[in-house]
T-cell receptor
């Protein structure tokens, strides 16, 4: 059974610093890994999807890497802004249907 | 990205009544939709997987007679919480996916259910 862990559970940084969020998974035979953002009381916004054949994906200030052999993915957010404050979730499929197993999330606060 | 809507965004109901939540994919055909619930300060937990035209597949511990799921078309899935009780109060989120399991899942904005 796929298990997904995120460390740290919470992170507070001053504006302008780079953010590094970690996600680990137990089953390396994943189809893909997805990073999401969730604002309080809201649904999820998909940030990046990395297919199993890729090592990283980039979108603007966001970069996500995937290392299947070590069971890890890292989300980098460059030059953080207060608007980046949110909970970030990673998720990996647990089966061929696409069912997702979510990590517990990392709550990020970027202070002005 | 693709858009998934949920209706209603929040609902308050009395204990014992039933509540229906709709999940719609607005600009693509969703072969598969997933229903999650999220308790405060916790992550999402998958409740069930629904495929268009088929019966839903429920996760262990989820009562299928209490949480009725219907996926009648490629753009609409509904979750009905029957005989709701206060412990059913939660944030319910759906997601929609295209025909391939490797496709990105797009999530709805969620529905806040409060049972009095």
């Amino acid at each position: 059974k796929q298990e997904v862990t995120q460390i740290p559970a919470a992170l507070s940084v001053p504006e302008g610093e780079n953010l590094v969020l970690n996600c680990s998974f137990t089953d390396s035979a994943i189809y893909n890994l997805q990073w999401f953002r969730q604002d309080p009381g809201k649904g999820l916004t998909s940030l990046l999807l990395i297919q199993s054949s890729q090592r990283e994906q980039t979108s603007g200030r966001l970069n996500a890497s995937l290392d299947k052999s070590s069971g890890r993915s890292t989300l980098y957010i460059a030059a953080s802004q207060p608007g980046d404050s949110a909970t970030y979730l990673c998720a990996a499929p647990t089966d061929s249907w696409g069912k997702l197993q979510f990590g517990a999330g990392t709550q990020v606060v970027v202070t002005p | 990205g693709a858009v998934v809507s949920q209706h209603p965004s929040w609902v308050i109901c009395k204990s014992g009544t039933s509540v229906k939540i709709e999940c719609r994919s607005l600009d693509f055909q969703a072969t598969t939709m997933f229903w999650y619930r999220q308790f405060p300060k916790q992550s999402l937990m998958l409740m069930a997987t629904s495929n268009e035209g088929s019966k839903a597949t429920y996760e262990q511990g989820v009562e299928k007679d209490k949480f009725l799921i219907n996926h009648a078309s490629l753009t609409l899935s509904t979750l009905t919480v029957t005989s709701a009780h206060p412990e059913d109060s939660s944030f319910y989120i759906c997601s929609a996916q295209g025909s391939r399991s490797t496709d990105t899942q797009y999530f709805g904005p969620g529905t806040r259910l409060t049972v009095l």
